[in-house]
């Protein structure tokens, strides 16, 4: 079972930046790939990106606006995920997750693992 711990949440301003980061532990886990999703209330979880294990491919929702970036973070079974040109919009929980597949990376079921999903709230 792989444990994951987000950090980074918290609060940023109309344009501006925000950089999460979610650190895997666990067997294996530096083998499985890695995604980010964001839930509002009352909304579904939503896909905001991804990461295969390997190849470091990259997903993204086909509607992607180019202001969110995954990436590998420098700290071992590290995935940062950078938040660019903030709008109040994007004020949502943000869950890590983790999942044996490399494929599916944008659905919800694919993933085996979830982080605690911290809150960032953009003002405006």
């Known amino acids: 079972h792989v444990q994951l711990v987000e950090t980074g949440g918290g609060l940023g301003q109309a344009g501006g930046s925000l950089r999460l980061s979610c650190a895997a532990s666990?067997?294996?886990?530096?083998?499985?790939?890695m995604g980010w999703f964001r839930q509002k209330p009352g909304n579904l979880r939503e896909f905001v990106a991804a990461l295969q294990w390997s190849p470091s491919i990259p997903f993204y929702p086909d509607s992607t606006t180019g202001r969110c970036i995954i990436s590998r973070g420098d700290a071992t079974n590290t995935v940062i995920l950078q938040l660019n040109s903030l709008s109040p919009e994007v004020t949502a929980f943000y869950y890590c997750a983790a999942a044996k597949k490399q494929y599916g990376l944008r659905a919800t079921d694919t993933y085996n693992s979830w982080g605690p999903g911290p809150l960032v709230t953009v003002s405006s």
């Open positions: 666990g067997r294996s886990c530096s083998t499985y790939a």
